[in-house]
């Protein structure tokens, strides 16, 4: 500044600063991988700048649609910290997605990006048949372990002229870890075979096992055991007919007595 009077002049510097009001949005991460089925979270940091004091709010977008996206604080006013957890289901397929995590407040608007990752899960599964007179059990494994999740069990049996016989299908529930168990009395006696299946939340098979096969004997007491689970009448009714046959009986001796 300067000021002129009496033919002199004179001047002054003085420093004008002007502060800024902003705020920037941080992320813990540039990239983050994740394996189907599993979680994820980013933490996400809005630093204000200078004496920016206004409600900031946060969104994400480039979200894979059957993932699920959730900031722990969804809005604040800087400087404040927010957690964006991230679930990925075994449906969502393989590849790289940009997301982007936004702030706004009014028209001022910041994003950063992050690279999210999807690789497949290798499951694995393995079953083990056992046979105990009529009734067969199974046990299997899935791995890795990963709830909530059911096993598919498929049985089938076969003649003994080699053609198509009984399918059965059974769910089951994965412990926690990744073991599963069945058992039941078929309808038929002699070659079966059970295959294990774990299918995603849309339907899609993740992983199946191998092909297992064992063999029910037609045994008297197998036989037995089936008709007496199956159909009990057909036991039942012959005892009953006894029974009346006894009492017809007992009635006639009576009759004779007197």
Same mark, same amino acid.
């Given at each position: 500044m300067?000021?002129?009077?009496?033919?002199?002049?004179?001047?002054?510097?003085?420093?004008?600063?002007?502060?800024e009001?902003?705020?920037?949005?941080?992320s813990?991460?540039?990239?983050?991988?994740?394996?189907?089925?599993?979680?994820?979270?980013?933490?996400?940091?809005?630093?204000?700048?200078?004496?920016?004091?206004?409600?900031?709010?946060?969104?994400?977008?480039?979200?894979?649609?059957?993932?699920?996206?959730?900031?722990?604080?969804?809005?604040?006013?800087?400087?404040?910290?927010?957690?964006?957890?991230?679930?990925?289901?075994?449906?969502?397929?393989?590849?790289?997605?940009?997301?982007?995590?936004?702030?706004?407040?009014?028209?001022?608007?910041?994003?950063?990006k992050?690279?999210?990752?999807?690789?497949?899960?290798?499951?694995?599964?393995?079953?083990?048949?056992?046979?105990?007179?009529?009734?067969?059990?199974?046990?299997?494994?899935?791995?890795?372990?990963?709830?909530?999740?059911?096993?598919?069990?498929?049985?089938?049996?076969?003649?003994e002229?080699?053609?198509?016989?009984?399918?059965?299908?059974?769910?089951?529930?994965?412990?926690?870890?990744?073991?599963?168990?069945?058992?039941?009395?078929?309808?038929?006696?002699?070659?079966?075979?059970?295959?294990?299946?774990?299918?995603?939340?849309?339907?899609?098979?993740?992983?199946?096992?191998?092909?297992?096969?064992?063999?029910?004997?037609?045994?008297?007491?197998?036989?037995?055991?089936?008709?007496a689970?199956?159909?009990? $009448? $057909?036991?039942?009714?012959?005892?009953?007919?006894?029974?009346?046959?006894?009492?017809?009986?007992?009635?006639?001796?009576?009759?004779?007595?007197?």
């Amino acid at each position: 500044m300067s000021g002129t009077g009496g033919g002199l002049t004179r001047s002054v510097t003085a420093t004008l600063t002007i502060r800024e009001k902003d705020f920037k949005i941080v992320s813990s991460l540039e990239t983050i991988t994740v394996e189907q089925g599993d979680n994820a979270s980013i933490q996400v940091n809005v630093e204000k700048i200078g004496d920016f004091n206004a409600p900031v709010s946060l969104t994400i977008s480039g979200v894979p649609s059957d993932v699920e996206a959730k900031f722990t604080v969804a809005s604040g006013v800087p400087s404040f910290s927010s957690t964006l957890n991230l679930n990925i289901p075994l449906s969502t397929p393989e590849g790289a997605y940009t997301l982007t995590i936004e702030g706004a407040s009014g028209e001022r608007i910041h994003s950063v990006k992050v690279t999210l990752n999807v690789k497949k899960k290798p499951f694995t599964l393995t079953i083990t048949p056992e046979v105990e007179g009529a009734k067969v059990k199974v046990s299997g494994i899935l791995t890795p372990p990963i709830q909530p999740a059911k096993i598919t069990l498929q049985y089938h049996s076969h003649t003994e002229e080699g053609e198509e016989g009984e399918t059965i299908i059974h769910e089951v529930n994965v412990n926690s870890d990744g073991s599963f168990s069945d058992e039941f009395y078929p309808k038929t006696l002699g070659e079966w075979y059970v295959k294990a299946i774990f299918k995603d939340n849309k339907g899609n098979i993740v992983a199946a096992s191998d092909i297992k096969y064992f063999t029910i004997e037609k045994t008297f007491i197998n036989e037995l055991t089936l008709l007496a689970i199956n159909k009990p $009448l $057909l036991l039942i009714l012959p005892l009953i007919a006894v029974i009346a046959a006894a009492i017809v009986g007992i009635k006639i001796i009576k009759k004779k007595k007197h």
